[in-house]
């Protein structure tokens, strides 16, 4: 399962949650039971290694 990293707009409250694809994402904040939360999305951690990629395979 996924973790996904919520935060709150109103008391700024920054927490994780494991959850599937499949469920809702959270609205309400456990802390001051705002319906205020957000889905935070940061930098994916892809690097790609190896031949076959264009970075790698581009002229000498």
Known sequence: M???VYQCK???HVFEQHQSFAE???RTCPKCKQETLRKKF???GVVF???GFYANDKGK
């Open 42 to 44: 940061g930098q994916v």
């Open 2 to 4: 996924p973790v996904y």
């Open 49 to 51: 290694k190896g031949s």
């Open 24 to 26: 809702d994402a959270l």
């Open 10 to 12: 109103n008391c700024d």
